[in-house]
């Protein structure tokens, strides 16, 4: 069985994600050693069902001490389900469900156990990612920001560019390639830019019983709120220096900024809230990006998109166009980051989560 220390080149990982929007578990393999990418491999997904689902939803927000018991068994039950079908990969890297993140307060919570499903699966499990993070005074998030960077190298990009992760939450990776390592100075700015589809999930969930807005429906046939929108961009948040971060709920009273608009209007106007969001974050860009490459549901919206077009001077592109998965960008990135945190190499560093130091996080659990 692979042991950590023991890696001396690439070996095949395994990343699973599950995200703020509740909508499933993605699970990818990818061959790695934690520096570069040397091939992407099969992929799956499981979709967590409407009861599932609203049990992790009644679970947001509550930390350790909480009753979580039904929450953790859909986590753990979802996670072993769509990772057995993955026979050949030698490591996994198991990031948890997010109920809280509060890394200046009481810290951040992902929801459920390495071990378990180290002996489940009988491979080793990488988790906890982001606890020592914090610890050392980090926001904890973003994490994807290493993984962009060996992106970056292996889509051949020779000058700056950023990654637009539009998820529950927003974030935005800013890269220069041609740095040797993602932790050297200057290499990465990274930080979430603020809320992206959990309100217009919420919204739709609330409204109209549907778990998100296909394909920009009802948001297109809307008109933005502009006053809601002055309103939304007022948040201290904002005027926050990156690295920053947040909790998927941090942008709770936005509903309550569209309460009174039809579906309609209230759809187009968050999704207006979000794409804004990301145009104050362009502001922090070292310098401008050459383009901009969005993955997560958010680049299957096609208002949001169009909003962000019409709004940012570079090109902005799904990541498909570059021959990257933006489905399941994140489950490759935490494959890549297990591998990191076998080799005792750091994930994250002071421009991508404010951590005072490069650091490593992870904690790694063996099947008996």
Known sequence: MLKAGTIKGPIKALGAMSGTSLDGVDAAMIDTDGEAIYGFGDS?????EPDERAI????????PGADLSAAQEVVEAAHIEVLRQFERAELIGFHGQTLAHDPRGRGTHQLGDGAVL?????????WDFRSSDVRLGGEGAPLAPFFHFACARWIGAGEPLAFLN???VGNITWIDPRKARPEDEDALLAFDTGPANA???DLMQERLGQPYDRDGAVARKGQ???GALEL????????????KSLDRDAFADMIDLVRELSDADAAATLAGMSAAAVMRGMEHCPSPPARLLVTGGGRKNPVMMQMLRAALDCPVIPVEDVGLDGDMLEAQAFAFLAVRVARGLPTSCPATTGVRAAVGGGEISYPE
């Open 44 to 48: 799956a997904y499981r979709t967590y």
């Open 56 to 63: 992790l939803r009644a679970a947001l927000g509550k930390w």
């Open 118 to 126: 180290a002996q489940a699966l009988g491979r080793p499990v990488v």
């Open 166 to 168: 539009l998820g529950g």
């Open 199 to 201: 309100p217009l999930n």
């Open 224 to 226: 933005v709120e502009t």
């Open 232 to 243: 939304f961009l007022d948040d201290p948040y904002f005027f926050r220096m990156p690295p």
